[in-house]
């Protein structure tokens, strides 16, 4: 193992080809993140590579309490956080797509509702966990659902809510991940954290390819020219306007939030 120091308080360590930048105390360098996270992975099989599809579980009790536990960590330091959830434990869009029965726009609608129920169910899940969370979306919504505004965000800003974003911007086109980033910019993210199935973004796909090189840093502009599926042209296009970067890491780290925010995990930034 080879450890370089630098100036900047920053030690890169590389073992067996993975390159972990650490960086000492940067989890108090941020005062709100926001999190993207799969609605994948509420499923029981997400976490484990056979499961019997008829114990499947939309919504398994291990996974949701591991999500909680992890944003208990980063609020433990100190750091608030706004959620963004995907649909697809339930349904997703882009499911629909080559049906000609179903138009794109009653897809996208579905998905969006899909979205909402899954922060419901996070939300009634942290509070078990003595966490307050609440939750936004721009449709009209019952269940305590907040209307989606400036206004109501800056004033759960200014009293240290967890935001869960839900319902998309109540129009189709547009996926969760253009969502997380309207979410950042509008509740006063510093940066999105992006969790995945993988530590990162590679030059090649790595299942297929074992000599694929990890990029540690890449450009908004390398994203979108290099058609990256791990998050959508439409995301890293605004990112860069609203020049947010983005951490793109392994959903399967213990206590990823945290390592991600300390860089003491492998990943990719998108700046």
Same mark, same amino acid.
């Given at each position: 193992?080879?450890?370089?120091?630098?100036?900047?308080?920053?030690?890169?360590?590389?073992?067996? %080809?993975?390159?972990?930048?650490?960086?000492?105390?940067?989890?108090?360098?941020?005062?709100?993140?926001?999190?993207?996270?799969?609605?994948?992975?509420?499923?029981?099989?997400?976490?484990?590579?056979?499961?019997?599809?008829?114990?499947?579980?939309?919504?398994?009790?291990? !996974? =949701?309490?591991?999500?909680?536990?992890?944003?208990?960590?980063?609020?433990?330091?100190?750091?608030?956080?706004?959620?963004?959830?995907?649909?697809?434990?339930?349904?997703?869009?882009?499911?629909?797509?080559?049906? %000609?029965?179903?138009?794109?726009?009653?897809?996208?609608?579905?998905?969006?509702?899909?979205?909402?129920?899954?922060?419901?169910?996070?939300?009634?899940?942290?509070?078990?966990?003595?966490?307050?969370?609440?939750?936004?979306?721009?449709?009209?919504?019952?269940?305590?659902?907040?209307?989606?505004?400036?206004?109501?965000?800056?004033?759960?800003?200014?009293?240290?809510? =967890?935001?869960?974003?839900?319902?998309?911007?109540?129009?189709?086109?547009?996926?969760?991940?253009?969502?997380?980033?309207?979410?950042?910019?509008?509740?006063?993210?510093?940066?999105?954290?992006?969790?995945?199935?993988?530590?990162?973004?590679?030059?090649?796909?790595?299942?297929?390819?074992?000599?694929? !090189?990890?990029?540690? !840093?890449?450009?908004?502009?390398?994203?979108?020219?290099?058609?990256?599926?791990?998050?959508?042209?439409?995301?890293?296009?605004?990112?860069?306007?609203?020049?947010?970067?983005?951490?793109?890491?392994?959903?399967?780290?213990?206590?990823?939030?945290?390592?991600?925010?300390?860089?003491?995990?492998?990943?990719?930034?998108?700046?």
């Amino acid at each position: 193992m080879n450890i370089k120091a630098f100036n900047d308080d920053r030690i890169v360590t590389r073992s067996n %080809n993975t390159v972990v930048k650490q960086y000492k105390n940067s989890v108090k360098q941020h005062k709100r993140i926001l999190i993207k996270i799969s609605g994948e992975i509420f499923l029981s099989s997400y976490f484990i590579e056979q499961v019997d599809n008829n114990k499947n579980k939309q919504f398994d009790d291990t !996974n =949701l309490n591991k999500l909680c536990n992890n944003i208990i960590n980063i609020l433990n330091t100190g750091v608030n956080i706004s959620l963004v959830i995907g649909g697809g434990n339930i349904i997703r869009g882009k499911d629909f797509q080559g049906n %000609n029965l179903i138009k794109r726009e009653t897809a996208d609608s579905v998905g969006m509702l899909a979205t909402v129920i899954n922060g419901i169910i996070v939300r009634d899940v942290l509070k078990q966990h003595n966490i307050d969370a609440e939750i936004v979306s721009p449709l009209d919504l019952p269940f305590d659902i907040k209307k989606l505004n400036t206004f109501t965000l800056n004033k759960l800003v200014s009293k240290s809510k =967890l935001i869960i974003f839900v319902g998309g911007l109540g129009v189709p086109y547009f996926s969760t991940d253009t969502i997380s980033v309207v979410g950042a910019s509008l509740s006063h993210c510093d940066v999105i954290l992006k969790a995945t199935k993988t530590d990162g973004v590679y030059d090649k796909d790595p299942k297929i390819y074992p000599e694929a !090189n990890h990029l540690d !840093n890449i450009t908004y502009d390398y994203a979108i020219q290099n058609n990256l599926q791990i998050m959508d042209d439409t995301a890293f296009s605004l990112a860069k306007q609203l020049n947010i970067p983005i951490y793109i890491f392994s959903i399967f780290e213990d206590n990823c939030f945290v390592k991600a925010l300390n860089r003491s995990i492998s990943m990719s930034i998108v700046n």
